[in-house]
């Protein structure tokens, strides 16, 4: 089910793109607007542009990233490429504006069902979460920062017209990404086990967070257990949950937001 609302997030993409950006030289944000970009001023198509651009990126993320991420990403930029590719280019309105507008919310409300499900769409998200993993600059921060630039590569390559829509769109998308999956919200996750030393080494080898180990006792059981306490973002609620439930099925696992962070978020 989760893959299955992957691709339908990359075909309201896809839609998004072909039927309201791309035929007025509007750019989406991350990797999808740069292939955007390089298919307006090459005869090449779209979603191969954004197939070749994203595939460094996603062998990358298996290394820094995990299986899990990589696979759902390759999922996600696979299933939009083709979507893309197939998908005709077709100008829905003779309006700039309304264009923008749809174009901008379709697009956000696909890439928030992607981020649900899928962690990451791949491009630079797997560039602002690695960042944000040895810093505490949040990922929503990153990837403002770095669509910013295909602003003004619009401006420069295009016109500042276009650079403006371009501009309205990336900030369309990014409200309907918050209204369906607020990316850089952290949570704290505790996790209640038996098997604390397995589970603390495996994530220690995979997510670059810091652990607090303290130990309890079953109230009923009065077994000895292990609590695992770990600040962390969504993107690496899925990873963490695998990881504990391939040690301890029987773990308890208590997930909530986190208000402020004060200290280092990543471990050293």
């Given at each position: 089910m989760k893959n299955v609302i992957i691709v339908i997030g990359s075909l309201i993409v896809a839609f998004a793109f072909n039927f309201f950006l791309v035929p007025y030289g509007i750019l989406s944000s991350g990797i999808s607007g740069i292939a955007i970009l390089v298919g307006l001023v090459t005869p090449f198509n779209t979603g191969l542009l954004n197939l070749l651009f994203n595939l460094p990126l996603v062998v990358l993320g298996y290394f820094k990233l995990?299986?899990?991420?990589?696979?759902?990403t390759?999922?996600?930029?696979?299933?939009?490429?083709?979507?893309?590719?197939?998908?005709?280019?077709?100008?829905?309105?003779?309006?700039?504006?309304l264009s923008t507008v749809f174009?901008?919310?379709?697009g956000?409300?696909?890439?928030?069902?992607?981020?649900?499900?899928?962690?990451?769409?791949?491009?630079?998200?797997?560039?602002?979460?690695?960042i944000s993993r040895i810093s505490n600059v949040s990922i929503g921060l990153l990837l403002t920062a770095m669509n910013g630039v295909i602003v003004l590569i619009?401006?420069?390559?295009?016109?500042?017209?276009?650079?403006l829509y371009t501009l309205l769109s990336i900030y369309l998308t990014g409200k309907m990404i918050d209204t369906i999956f607020t990316n850089h919200v952290k949570l704290?996750?505790?996790?209640?086990?038996?098997?604390?030393?397995?589970?603390?080494?495996?994530?220690?080898?995979?997510?670059?967070?810091?652990?607090?180990?303290?130990?309890?006792?079953g109230g009923y059981t009065q077994e000895k257990k292990q609590i695992i306490m770990m600040v962390v973002t969504r993107y690496e609620t899925l990873q963490?949950?695998?990881?504990?439930?391939?040690?301890?099925?029987?773990?308890?696992?208590?997930?909530?937001?986190t208000v402020e962070v004060d200290g280092n978020f990543a471990h050293n």
């Open positions: 995990g299986k899990t991420i990589t696979i759902n390759m999922i996600c930029v696979v299933s939009l490429s083709v979507f893309l590719y197939l998908l005709p280019v077709v100008q829905v309105t003779d309006n700039i504006l174009g901008g919310a379709l956000g409300i696909g890439v928030g069902l992607i981020l649900k499900f899928a962690g990451t769409s791949g491009g630079l998200d797997i560039i602002a979460i690695m619009s401006g420069a390559v295009f016109n500042w017209d276009i650079a704290t996750m505790q996790i209640v086990t038996t098997k604390g030393d397995l589970i603390s080494e495996d994530l220690l080898h995979s997510i670059y967070r810091g652990i607090t180990i303290t130990e309890g006792f963490i949950k695998k990881i504990v439930r391939k040690h301890d099925e029987h773990a308890f696992i208590n997930i909530f937001e």
